[in-house]
């Protein structure tokens, strides 16, 4: 059989519908933002600020979480610039009074990732091999 060509009108009234649908997503993305008028990304319907506001990671947020269990086994919270970071070694930090030194690692004496209580943590010096001989 043999392929339909479609005429430049044809085309035309396709794109004219297109940007219609577009316009209609367009809209019901502002009414999705509570009112935001600066859509940095449309099809999402939300600008930075709303975005944080609605999936809750502005640094306030993040630095209130709990701490939490990731896939690995280990607990994380967030430092005071947002970033992830292990909970076990946040509390030998606090608990030390000062932070751990270059090759100093925190070991768990129970031997569960997810149990971050002083009494349960220790601090082993890692040494080099080659510093030994």
């Not at 975005?51 to 209130?64: F, G, M, P, R, S």
């Not at 030390?96 to 082993?124: H, M």
Request: proline share 4%; charged share 35%; net charge positive.
């Amino acid at each position: 059989m043999a392929k339909k060509v479609k005429s430049f009108a044809q085309i035309m009234e396709e794109a004219k519908e297109l940007t219609k649908n577009i316009k209609q997503v367009q809209k019901i993305a502002a009414q999705k933002t509570k009112g935001c008028k600066n859509h940095a990304d449309v099809m999402r319907g939300l600008c930075k600020p709303c975005y944080e506001i609605d999936t809750n990671t502005t640094l306030e947020a993040k630095l209130a979480k709990e701490p939490w269990i990731s896939t690995n086994g280990y607990k994380y919270c967030y430092d005071e610039n947002g970033e992830p970071e292990l909970y076990h070694r946040r509390v030998a930090r606090d608990f030390l009074g000062r932070d751990l030194f270059e090759g100093e690692r925190i070991a768990f004496l129970n031997k569960d990732k997810s149990d971050c209580r002083p009494e349960n943590l220790g601090v082993q010096k890692i040494i080099p091999l080659s510093d030994l001989s």
